[in-house]
């Protein structure tokens, strides 16, 4: 009966020891096939020495497996309660309760050993100890971390078990307090996803997540390495922390006026300058600017590539933000292309959204998700569901500016020709009027012409008659100094020698000839004489 028990415990030490080392079930009696256990079951060797001479057992298997055979060969249940019992360590369900230093101290005889202890032998011996100090299992709180870049290996191992790190973190200060190596097994790992989905539809297992597990201490006495295992969760604990983390940010930002800050700011009416905040390459990349093309204006795009999930989400984002408000940009998107809830946890970061609220330029969020609100929408100032409904908005306000523009051009076109026809009709009636005082002046003129062509008739007349009267009088003024009308009055005219007219005494000299004219005949003489008056 003892034989058969140690039979089986070597059996579920070689299944557990396969899982270790990644070997698959069918492939498990690589460790030590069942009739190499089934023979050192049945010699009970308590060295490595009477272990060597078992059948089936190598020097290189020995040298491998040796000391835990040893171990779990020197360590039945019955000697591990006594030996528990002696170390004075009790537990329950979650706490190991250690007692005072004397009852932890063994006496000293129980302790001492002839010859001193291998590493091999001290790691199975604490192995064995941990084992039945954790028999029941332990709840423990915490956050998970390497988680995300493990599990995309699991489908290539044989029981797709994932490994990762179970972190505490101050929940102040952000610092990691304390750290432990964990793994979960494939099928515990179904198991769980479904439980954490049944109560929050989108919510996975994810880096960053914080879950209350029950583990089972693990040791690996080739590596002295102690890992937990998780075989199971309670996921109220875990959709509560986020809901209470969630609730104390969103309480923090309105406390400091965060929370509309960005809303206050206005979006530029033609918002061709956009910043791009999310994964090269990704979908939700290709989808946004493939629906800024479409358009067909001349958009220019400010890239920043940023992780969009994963515990680098919140550092990378900030930093974008910071990057792009120092480029002429309208506007900010942060767009992905969906996600579980899991995948979102990132944009529920304080630092992302102290970021959004405190950018100099608006923030559209396109998230990608249907349902849920993240912080990050809350503090934007404006949230759209995907990245192609975030480009359709900038396209949207682009495309208003222009039809506002064209409804304006129409509006100016039809004052113009409003304008034109009045002015058309004002010229028409000007028309009118310039024809009817051009008919009345030509009338007008025509009349005034007419008094005055009898003015200038009448004075031509007058003119004339003036004329012939003023003709008349110089005619007789005229043949009244006459020289030849003078002379019928009995005077004569004298003409010196040379042929003029003597005027004075003092034009002829004594002895000098003269003519005189009279009336009827010239005398011809000569001057004897003169006297002057």
């Known amino acids: 009966m003892q034989t058969h028990k140690t039979y089986n415990r070597l059996i579920n030490w070689r299944d557990e020891q396969a899982k270790r080392e990644d070997i698959s079930d069918d492939k498990r009696y690589f460790v030590l096939p069942n009739s190499t256990l089934k023979n050192i079951a049945d010699a009970n060797p308590q060295t490595l020495s009477e272990l060597s001479k078992v059948k089936g057992i190598g020097e290189k298997k020995l040298k491998q497996y040796g ?7 020197q360590n039945s249940p019955q000697d591990n309660i006594k030996k528990s019992q002696v170390f004075g360590t009790l537990f329950d369900d979650n706490l190991l309760l250690s007692q005072n230093k004397e009852q932890l101290e063994p006496p000293a005889r129980s302790l001492r050993s002839p010859t001193p202890l291998t590493i091999s032998q001290l790691n199975g011996q604490i192995k064995q100890l941990l084992n039945n100090s954790f028999r029941e299992g332990v709840w423990v709180c915490g956050e998970i971390y390497r988680y995300d870049l493990d599990v995309i290996k699991a489908d290539t191992r044989p029981y797709r078990q994932v490994y990762f790190e179970l972190v505490e973190q101050d929940t102040k200060t952000k610092e990691r307090k304390a750290t432990i ?3 979960i097994w494939g099928e515990d790992r179904k198991i769980i996803e479904a439980k954490i989905y049944s109560v929050s539809a989108g919510l996975h297992l994810k880096d960053g997540l914080q879950i209350k597990a029950k583990c089972f201490v693990d040791f690996y006495p080739p590596q ?10 309670e996921p109220e604990y875990t959709v509560g922390k986020m809901a209470l983390e969630r609730k104390l940010i969103l309480e923090k930002l309105r406390k400091t006026g965060l929370i509309d800050k960005n809303k206050k700011l206005e979006i530029p009416l033609v918002p061709l300058n956009v910043g791009l905040i999310t994964s090269a390459g990704s979908a939700a990349y290709n989808d946004f600017i493939d629906e800024l093309k479409k358009s067909g204006y001349s958009f220019k795009v400010f890239l920043c590539d940023a992780r969009m999930q994963g515990n680098e989400l919140e550092s990378e984002v900030r930093n974008a933000i910071f990057t792009l408000n120092k480029y002429p ?3 900010i998107s942060l767009v992905r292309g969906g996600g579980s809830a899991s995948d979102l946890m990132g944009f529920d970061k304080e630092g992302v959204a102290v970021a959004i609220a405190n950018s100099k330029n608006p923030v559209l969020t396109g998230i990608g998700h249907q349902i849920d609100r993240t912080i990050a929408d809350e503090v934007s100032n404006q949230s759209f569901k995907t990245p192609t409904a975030t ?4 396209v949207e306000k682009v495309r208003g500016f222009e039809l506002d523009n064209e409804e304006l051009f129409v509006d100016i076109l039809k004052v113009q020709k409003q ?5 058309k009709e004002r010229l028409k009636n000007i028309t009118v009027e310039v024809k009817s005082a051009t008919i009345m002046f030509v009338k007008q003129l025509e009349n005034n012409i007419s008094q005055t062509a009898e003015k200038i008739k009448w004075n031509l007349k007058k003119f004339f008659e003036d004329g012939e009267r003023l003709l008349d009088e110089l005619e007789r003024l005229n043949n009244s100094k006459n020289p030849a009308n003078i002379l019928k009055l009995g005077f004569g005219l004298v003409y010196g020698s040379e042929g003029k007219i003597v005027k004075s005494v003092e034009n002829v000299a004594v002895g000098s000839d003269v003519k005189i004219e009279l009336r009827d005949g010239k005398l011809g003489g000569k001057i004897i004489a003169k006297e002057k008056n």
């Open 67 to 73: 000391a835990q055979i040893i171990n779990l060969m």
């Open 181 to 183: 190596s964990a793994m």
């Open 224 to 233: 002295g390495k102690i890992q937990i295992r998780v075989t199971d969760i």
């Open 329 to 331: 940009v309208d506007v």
């Open 391 to 394: 480009a359709q908005f900038i």
């Open 419 to 423: 304008i034109l026809s009045d002015e």
